[in-house]
């Protein structure tokens, strides 16, 4: 059973920093894309940012500068790095992946973590 778990939320101040992580595990044979979403109350969740298999990233207008995304493949681990934190980054973010099973049956499946909470408040 595959699964996504994500840790290192926590509460911060504006303008400090924060590093979030996931890890996957289970009968995993390759992951593709993985990336980094996050919803904040009353708001739909929003795209933060994606790295593929080779690292290639590509991140949200609201987050360019200021975070970047990062990925061991040997570890099956994706990060997050927060800096320059601003109130309207406070949400749960969730890590996702793009993951096959099987080299014979090579389906891919997407996957959620349950989310890890970021506060920023003074």
């Known amino acids: 059973q595959v699964q996504l778990v994500e840790s290192g939320g926590g509460l911060v101040q504006p303008g400090g920093s924060l590093r979030l992580s996931c890890v996957a595990s289970g009968s995993i044979f390759r992951i593709n894309d993985m990336g980094w979403y996050r919803q904040a109350p009353g708001k739909e969740r929003a795209l933060v940012g994606t790295?593929?298999?080779?690292?290639?990233?590509n991140y949200a207008d609201s987050v360019k500068g200021r975070f970047t995304i990062s990925r061991d493949n040997a570890k099956k681990e994706v990060h997050l790095q927060m800096n320059s934190l601003k109130p309207e980054d406070a949400a749960v973010y969730y890590c996702n992946a793009f993951i096959a099973t099987s080299l014979i049956f090579y389906n891919v499946k997407e996957y959620w973590g349950k989310g890890t909470l970021v506060t920023v408040s003074s």
């Open positions: 790295v593929d298999s080779d690292g290639s990233t």
